[in-house]
């Protein structure tokens, strides 16, 4: 792989892990989902920051729960779907003018809708 696509990668995953352990004292912000971007970016970009991200003490058992199939929390859900749905209608309606672009976030906001609401559901 790339040097410049690992270094990307870390540093993504790093300001996820940042974020994630932030929405951990603020309820307006999701703590999984910024995880498991984290872990993502991660065991491409640095296995052993992976390896430290599962094996955290605090950050781990946010995404064992997801990788051992035990689901995420509603809360996570909940919070996820509202800020991407927020953030797509923003970019839809205020930043993005082409209709065919705003037809991409759209299908890709119902998709990861989909994809959030499929996963088991943690409570």
Known sequence: MNQMIRYVL???????VALGFIGIFLP?????PFLLLAAV???KGSP???HWLIEHKLL???????????GIPLRAKIFSIALMWLFMAYS???IVKIMF??????ITAIGVTW????????I
């Open 101 to 106: 672009v705003r037809m991409i976030l759209l």
């Open 115 to 122: 994809h959030i609401l499929s996963i088991k559901t943690r």
């Open 28 to 32: 307006l912000l999701p703590t999984t």
């Open 60 to 70: 781990g058992r946010f995404i064992k729960g997801y990788l051992n199939g035990e």
């Open 92 to 94: 839809g309606f205020f």
């Open 41 to 43: 970016c991660y065991i």
């Open 48 to 50: 052993a920051l992976y």
């Open 10 to 16: 870390i540093i993504i995953g790093s300001l996820s």
